[in-house]
T-cell receptor, first 114, second 111 residues
Framework: EAQVTQNPRYLITVTGKKLTVTCSQN?????MSWYRQDPGLGLRQIYY???????DKGDVPEGYKVSRKEKRNFPLILESPSPNQTSLYFC?????????????FGEGSRLTVL | GEDVEQSLFLSVREGDSSVINCTYT??????LYWYKQEPGAGLQLLTY?????DMKQDQRLTVLLNKKDKHLSLRIADTQTGDSAIYFC???????????FGTGTRLLVSP
C-alpha cells in the first residue's frame, strides 16, 4: 500500500531532550516536506526537500533540522525541544511530475514538550 | 508573501449544500487545492484546479475559481454527516517548493 509513515504518533518529552520524528514513504517521491499544524494557524511548512541531499527552509525552520540521505526517508530532528514546539506534525511527499503536485500526508505526530 | 484565508467554522444540515470559501493573495498561483482532514488523520486531497480554469466538477464537489478576486470556493452538494471534517484550501506558486495552506474550515453536518 502506498503510504507515508511517521513515528512516533504520540510523544511527550521534556525541554532540551533531543528527539527525532521519522518519516518514510514507499512511493519513490522526489519531494518531501514537514509541516506543523497549530489551532488557528493552519499548516506551516518547516523544511522541504526536492531530492536526496537537497533540503531547504520553509516558513518556520527555527529549532528544527532535517536530513535527506535516502530518497524514502526524511527525519525531523529537534535538537533541544522547547514548549513552543508542542504541535501536531505532518510529513508529506509528492512526485515532482504529474498529478497536479498532490501532496500525500502521513497520519501525523502529536508532540508535547513540557 | 503568500497568504490564504478561510472562515473557521461552517454548520449545515444533512442534505443541504455546503459552500466553503477561500481567498488568496499570490496572483502567480499555478494550482489551487482542497484538502480534507478527518479527526486523528492526515490531510487527503479532495480536488484541485489549475489556475487557468474557472470551474471543476467532480461528483458532489464543485470548485469555482475567480482569479480576478483571488477567490476559491468548494461546494459540496447533498452534504452528509460523513463530510464533517476540516477543509483546507491551499495554493502553489510557480515553483514546486511550497504549498501554502489556509487556516482550515471546520464543517459540522448535523442530522
Amino acid at each position: 500500500e502506498a503510504q507515508v509513515t511517521q513515528n512516533p504518533r504520540y510523544l511527550i518529552t521534556v525541554t532540551g531532550k533531543k528527539l527525532t520524528v521519522t518519516c518514510s514513504q514507499n512511493m519513490n517521491h522526489e519531494y518531501m516536506s514537514w509541516y506543523r499544524q497549530d489551532p488557528g494557524l493552519g499548516l506551516r511548512q518547516i523544511y522541504y526537500s526536492m531530492n536526496v541531499e537537497v533540503t531547504d527552509k520553509g516558513d518556520v525552520p527555527e529549532g528544527y533540522k532535517v536530513s535527506r540521505k535516502e530518497k524514502r526517508n526524511f527525519p525531523l530532528i529537534l535538537e533541544s525541544p522547547s514548549p513552543n514546539q508542542t504541535s501536531l506534525y505532518f510529513c508529506a511527499s509528492s512526485p515532482l511530475a504529474g498529478s497536479g503536485g498532490e501532496l500525500f500526508f502521513g497520519e501525523g505526530s502529536r508532540l508535547t514538550v513540557l | 508573501g503568500e497568504d490564504v484565508e478561510q472562515s473557521l467554522f461552517l454548520s449545515v444540515r444533512e442534505g443541504d449544500s455546503s459552500v466553503i470559501n477561500c481567498t488568496y493573495t499570490d496572483s502567480s498561483s499555478t494550482y489551487l487545492y482542497w484538502y480534507k482532514q478527518e479527526p486523528g488523520a492526515g490531510l487527503q486531497l479532495l480536488t484541485y484546479i489549475f489556475s487557468n480554469m474557472d470551474m471543476k466538477q467532480d461528483q458532489r464537489l464543485t470548485v469555482l475559481l475567480n482569479k480576478k478576486d483571488k477567490h476559491l470556493s468548494l461546494r459540496i452538494a447533498d452534504t452528509q454527516t460523513g463530510d464533517s471534517a476540516i477543509y483546507f484550501c491551499a495554493e502553489r506558486g510557480p515553483g514546486f517548493q511550497k504549498l501554502v495552506f489556509g487556516t482550515g474550515t471546520r464543517l459540522l453536518v448535523s442530522p
